[in-house]
């Protein structure tokens, strides 16, 4: 999981993507989200929670997944259009 948050934000800062808060924590449990960027309401996460991802949703918050099957450039290009959304 480290190796590929890591290999994630190496991929996002190539691409120009600004720099994520890692480990935010948010909403009335205090969920953490992996990478985030709260201004934009952006969340990558790596687990799956029904409760956390719906009430981030609620609160118009795009929730981006990532896992082993996720392709890294179709993450980067995921997180870099919903934060030019909330721009």
Do not use: M
Not at 24 to 36: A, F
Not at 75 to 87: C, F, K, M, T
């Amino acid at each position: 999981t480290d190796f590929s948050l890591a290999e994630c934000v190496v991929a996002l800062a190539k691409a120009g993507v600004p720099v994520p808060v890692p480990g935010y924590t948010t909403g009335p449990q205090q969920w953490p989200i992996e990478l985030s960027w709260p201004q934009s309401r952006v969340a990558v996460v790596i687990d799956n929670d029904d409760e956390r991802d719906g009430w981030l949703r609620e609160h118009q918050w795009q929730v981006i997944r990532y896992d082993e099957g996720t392709e890294i450039g179709s993450l980067v290009d995921s997180v870099r259009d919903a934060i030019q959304e909330h721009a």
